[in-house]
């Protein structure tokens, strides 16, 4: 369970970061040639509904960061080699 959803999770990860990244291009683009391409006013503003969507719908799956205990997995939590247990 746990795998499955680290892995779906993963996925939804790369939909939502690939889609902030065609704003920002997309949005250069904008301001760097919308004297002379009227058009790319448009792109980024559709990327960003589309990228507000993703994020607003996006619900963590249960088992990705969780132990099969239930209790949430600390990934803040590090620790040094020299560090005992």
């Known amino acids: 369970m746990a795998r ?3 892995a779906e999770s993963i996925g939804k990860h790369h939909y939502q ?3 902030v990244i065609m704003v920002g291009t997309s949005r250069i683009a904008d301001v760097l040639w919308t ?3 009227r058009w ?3 792109p980024w503003i559709i990327f960003l ?3 507000s969507a993703l994020l607003i719908t ?3 799956l249960w088992g990705a960061y969780r132990n099969s205990d239930g209790s ?3 990934n803040m939590k590090v620790q040094s080699p020299w560090q005992h247990p």
């Open 35 to 37: 004297k002379t391409q």
């Open 49 to 51: 509904f589309i990228t």
């Open 58 to 60: 996006y619900c963590e």
């Open 40 to 42: 790319l006013t448009y």
């Open 4 to 6: 499955e959803a680290v």
């Open 72 to 74: 949430l997995i600390d």
């Open 17 to 19: 970061g690939s889609s």
